[in-house]
């Protein structure tokens, strides 16, 4: 319930703030935002960030498969094949690279 509370109220800050600042307001925070975004020592920290949670990823799944090894069922298995091929090579949808 203190969740609900807490996003509630932030909600309702965010819509007051909004409406009192108006669209300039928005615009000149859009475009501060998509400078930021395009920083290139954001976009690496991004890509790095990325790499990093793509080999951890990698490593739980090695950890599981070697863990639970045969007891998953295999349509199970082969579903988790077909994500990883699909997932591989070339840019993911947030323009980082998955190598």
């Known amino acids: 319930m203190r969740y609900k ?3 509630v109220v932030g909600l309702a800050i965010g819509y007051v ?3 009192r600042a108006g669209r300039e307001r928005y615009e000149q925070l859009k475009r501060s935002v998509r400078q930021f975004s ?3 020592a ?3 920290a ?3 960030a990325a790499h990093n949670g ?3 990823a990698g490593r739980a799944f090695h950890a599981v498969s070697d863990k639970v090894g045969d007891r998953v069922p295999d ?3 082969q579903r988790v094949r077909a994500l990883r ?3 591989s090579g070339g840019e993911d949808e947030w323009g980082t690279s998955n190598t």
């Open 5 to 7: 509370l807490t996003f």
């Open 17 to 19: 703030i909004g409406t």
């Open 38 to 40: 395009q920083n290139p």
């Open 42 to 44: 954001v976009r690496n």
């Open 46 to 48: 991004a890509e790095s």
């Open 54 to 56: 793509r080999e951890a």
């Open 75 to 77: 349509s199970v298995a």
């Open 85 to 87: 091929e699909r997932g």
